[in-house]
């Protein structure tokens, strides 16, 4: 079997961005889908890595995976990878493992291990809409309670992203927690989101303030391309903390371990190097007792679908993402999308990924340019 063909589709999901797919057809007739990691405005150079990439797909046997894409960052990438890269190759691996499942008619997941678990528990994200106050916070926790989900995540902290904020910030964001806290009980788990944004001293300090309120985890508290800054937050408070959807490859997650800088680790399949590369740095994380949390700011179907397959294969796994905003259109697209049932997703048991896309259905949502983004000339405190 050779791949005879790498096709892209763009989808435009109503919000935040595009989503980029990738189809790897053969000379079998056999098929594979896989999704690219994407982030507005960068969409586009993605997909211009995926269409040079075609080149050294085509003529190759999709079986031999892991040879692929070691020549792609040794030869093609010159080891010199960066964030469009690694979610381009993602794609690709994706699609090539989706063909093998089904020339072998198996899920993935029987092709890394065989599975751990038959369902995987995911929590909800951009559940908050454009929530404000405290109290729309919490109304809108209450709504995703009431769906069941029993683990929300969310960034209570108030725009623009800085280094180091102001008490007002502190007391707003402590505020929303507590409502959302107070609004759902306690044994609904709540996963702070901080989104690399402050500094040490910051971060410790809203940590503090936030632990009577018993969240679940506090992600990325500072910029994860600063270890040791990570691991001071780490020692210097009592939750977990969460680092990785930043990070690509086994290597960037190495200093990770080594460091004891985080509690539980969140790669995303889509741009960490695959269900491999995932599987593996999940590997790595097992003998430093880390805990692995795919990130998973993708669509509902392919994206979601290459998680679940390894997901189901990691004994040290713990929950995954799920974007509520994503799912209207994801079930639009997709043939028998998944379901979440009381806060948990089924391993697919269809060979390959365990999902298709309708063609004719992404094609209504062609690529769109978002609204630009709000970048201030000058802090409106300075």
């Known amino acids: 079997m050779k791949v005879t063909d790498l096709k892209t589709f763009f989808v435009d999901p109503g919000t935040s961005k595009n989503w980029l797919f990738v189809k790897v057809e053969t000379d079998e007739g056999i098929s594979g889908w896989g999704e690219a990691y994407t982030i507005w405005d960068r969409e586009i150079s993605i997909e211009a890595y995926l269409k040079q990439m075609q080149r050294y ?9 892991k040879h692929f894409t070691q020549v792609m960052f040794d030869d093609y ?18 699609a090539l493992w989706d063909i093998v499942g089904k020339a072998l008619n198996t899920p993935v997941y029987n092709l890394l291990g065989g599975a751990c678990c038959e369902q995987i528990r995911v929590y909800a994200n951009y559940w908050f ?15 995703m309670v009431n769906r069941g989900f029993t683990a929300l995540k969310f960034d209570p902290f108030p725009s623009p992203w800085r280094s180091f904020i102001s008490k007002r910030d502190e007391k707003q964001t402590v505020d929303i927690v507590k409502a959302i806290r107070e609004a759902v009980g306690s044994q609904i788990d709540l996963l ?24 679940y985890w506090y992600e990325e508290p500072v910029p994860a391309d600063n270890i040791e800054a990570l ?13 990785g959807e930043t990070l690509y490859t086994k290597a960037a997650f190495r200093h990770v371990f080594e460091k004891r800088a985080a509690d539980i680790i969140n790669p995303d399949v889509c741009s960490c190097g ?31 679908a290459a998680t679940l397959n390894v997901s189901a294969c990691i004994p040290n796994f713990l929950i995954t993402e799920y974007f509520t905003n994503f799912e209207p259109r994801g079930n639009e697209i997709a043939v028998s ?14 060979p390959g990924l365990g999902l298709e896309l309708d063609e004719e ?13 709000n970048i201030r000339q000058y802090d409106e405190e300075a």
């Not at 691991?231 to 680092?243: D, F, G, K, L, N």
């Not at 062609?366 to 630009?372: E, N, V």
């Open 77 to 94: 990438a010159a080891r010199r990878g960066t964030m469009d890269y690694f979610c381009a190759i993602s794609a690709i691996e994706q």
């Open 337 to 350: 999308p998944f379901k979440v049932e009381n806060g948990y997703i089924k391993i697919p048991d269809k």
């Open 129 to 143: 809409g454009n929530a404000r106050t405290p109290e729309e916070f919490a109304k809108k926790a209450v709504e």
């Open 231 to 243: 691991a001071e937050v780490r020692r210097s408070i009592s939750m977990p903390v969460v680092t």
């Open 192 to 215: 702070i989101e901080v989104h690399r944004r402050l500094s040490p001293m910051n971060a410790v300090r809203v940590a503090r303030m936030l632990q009577g309120l018993q969240p």
């Open 274 to 304: 695959g269900i491999l590369e995932l599987k593996e740095i999940a590997a790595m994380a097992e003998p430093y007792y880390i805990a692995v949390s795919p990130h998973n700011f993708n669509s509902t179907t392919i994206g979601l």
């Open 361 to 373: 259905a992404m094609a209504k949502y062609p690529y769109r340019d978002f609204a630009k983004r």
């Open 57 to 65: 797909i085509i003529d190759r046997s999709p079986f031999n995976i």
